[in-house]
């Protein structure tokens, strides 16, 4: 959100929270209207426009600059005409080309970089809803594999697409992009820490020609809005399904279509007055504030998914007390964090020692150990799970028949109902969708022919402009959907797994190559 909006500050010269306001609104309303169907709809077709755009827009930084070679020959040289003599400040690092990088001084230690930053990436790609929702809406398991490697094929292209470019931009606005002086970049971008983050919008707004110019400006908005749909929609769907629901466990589906969009409105708020934290986080660079909140809170849940997995004595007593304090260990860094920030270059140091000494990325490795530890020592000093609460969830059990319901004990059509919804799966809820039996209970007067233009308006962005009148109109329950098989076709299975190991043979290449 705040990279999209600087974008639209640096090409528009409007005010940072005004194009905030206006993304934030646009995103929530074809969110609240859309729900899930309108977010993966958009995201497929932005994925193609955000494509077209980047390539564009690298090749053309590639041809200003001289290539691979030219960038790395001129890159050193990129250094601002105004900085403090007999220091570093402004200059760029020597290990710039470089993955692995100094264990102990360099801002990204290669062992932090291997192992910690691992361990975010895991809780994001494997048990982040934005991305688990994408593959349960799968028809299949081959799907689901086949929609992971294509985007393990796309997350090759940021290195070329992205990384680079945004050194390319130093390379041509050295003033700009690599201020170095406090008061320069207040003036340059707003931010004191530095400017940075403008580096991927000036290299557009100043590179490519107006019509270009315009298509990368829809790229940005449709990246911004495909991110900000996907985590709104997420973040609803779980409050709603795993809390909400849990308080009132009666409430209909109309209330909690309701209180999901509600929640989706809250959420924009917070959106907007979080920026100032973002803008002040570790020396105003966006991506190392990404990972070093993620090195923060996502460690613990990454661990717990990953023993529930793969270790069937784990249970929810020792899941519960791994989050809880993984998560308190990261929430007190990270305050810490804001506290006391990363001072800006020539001053110095005087934060505490976990935050001058321990880099974030050791700092996660040290909360998914602990983590680790606490899930490990508390499921074996409590029962373990029995066979039916881990039957088809694990590795190990995925292969378990499905258990068979027991037909024989006659129940009233009000039982059976109470049954039936008390064994529905609570893995997503599509909050533009409503149920068509509803109870009389939640019938009420409203959607006739005599409301206004507004109060239908109103109706249907709160899901109801479809509520049923009489009780004879209500839809027959649907069949209940078989289960879902782990069994593939053979053919494209091969395929798939040939897929796999070309995509690890390329990342090998690339980590190799840069090392």
């Known amino acids: 959100m705040y990279a999209g909006a600087l974008f639209i500050q640096q090409a528009l010269h409007w005010d940072l929270y005004i194009a905030v306001a206006g993304l934030l609104a646009i995103t929530a309303v074809y969110t609240v209207a859309g729900g899930l169907a309108a977010v993966i709809y958009t995201d497929a077709l932005q994925t193609l426009i955000m494509l077209i755009g980047a390539i564009s827009l690298m090749v053309f930084s590639f041809v200003e600059v001289g290539g691979l070679e030219g960038l790395q020959a001129k890159y050193f040289d990129a250094i601002p005409s105004t900085r403090k003599e007999n220091s570093s400040c402004g200059l760029p690092r020597e290990d710039a080309f470089h993955i692995f990088r100094d264990p102990v001084n360099s801002d990204l230690p290669w062992p932090g970089v291997l192992v910690g930053m691992t361990i975010p990436s895991l809780w994001y790609w494997c048990t982040d809803q934005v991305i688990v929702q994408r593959s349960l809406a799968a028809k299949n398991l081959s799907h689901a594999k086949g929609g992971s490697l294509m985007t393990s094929y796309l997350k090759i292209l940021p290195l070329f697409m992205m990384v680079m470019p945004g050194m390319i931009s130093r390379v041509l606005f050295p003033d700009l992009v690599a201020c170095a002086e406090p008061e320069i970049c207040q003036k340059i971008c707003g931010n004191p820490s530095g400017c940075s983050d403008i580096a991927y919008p000036k290299l557009v707004i100043e590179l490519l020609p107006v019509g270009l110019r315009g298509l990368m400006m829809a790229v940005m908005i449709a990246a911004l809005m495909s991110s900000l749909t996907s985590i709104f929609n997420s973040a609803s769907t ?278």
Not at 304 to 320: D, M, P, Q, S, T
Not at 333 to 346: A, H, K, S, T
């Open 238 to 515: 779980i409050f709603t399904m795993d809390l909400w629901k849990h308080f009132r466990p009666r409430c209909s589906e109309w209330e909690l279509m309701i209180v999901g969009r509600v929640f989706v409105l809250l959420l924009t708020v917070v959106s907007i007055l979080w920026i100032p934290l973002v803008q002040a986080g570790q020396g105003g660079q966006l991506f190392i504030y990404i990972q070093s909140i993620s090195s923060y809170l996502q460690p613990p849940v990454a661990m717990v998914f990953i023993l529930g997995c793969f270790w069937k004595r784990a249970n929810e007593k020792g899941a519960f007390w791994g989050l809880v304090l993984g998560l308190l260990m990261g929430v007190i860094r990270m305050v810490l964090d804001f506290i006391f920030p990363e001072p800006q270059c020539g001053e110095r140091d005087t934060r505490p020692g976990v935050l001058r000494y321990m880099h974030y990325l050791y700092f996660s490795m040290v909360l998914a150990a602990a983590s680790t530890l606490t899930v490990l020592l508390v499921s074996l000093l409590t029962e373990p799970p029995s066979e039916e609460m881990i039957s088809r969830l694990t590795w190990f059990t995925r292969g378990d028949p499905p258990a068979k319901k027991d037909l024989s004990v006659s129940t009233s059509p009000d039982t059976a109902k109470g049954a039936r919804e008390a064994e529905r799966p609570a893995l997503q809820i599509d909050i533009s969708i409503a149920s068509e039996n509803s109870t009389n209970d939640n019938k009420c007067p409203t959607g006739t022919k005599k409301d206004s233009k507004l109060v239908r308006t109103l109706l249907w962005l709160c899901g109801m402009e479809r509520r049923q009148e009489n009780p004879e109109d209500v839809a027959p329950a649907k069949p209940e959907r078989p289960m879902a098989s782990l069994e593939e076709n053979p053919l494209v299975k091969h395929i798939l797994n040939i897929n796999l190991i070309l995509s690890i043979c390329a990342g090998v290449f690339l980590w190799a190559y840069f090392a």
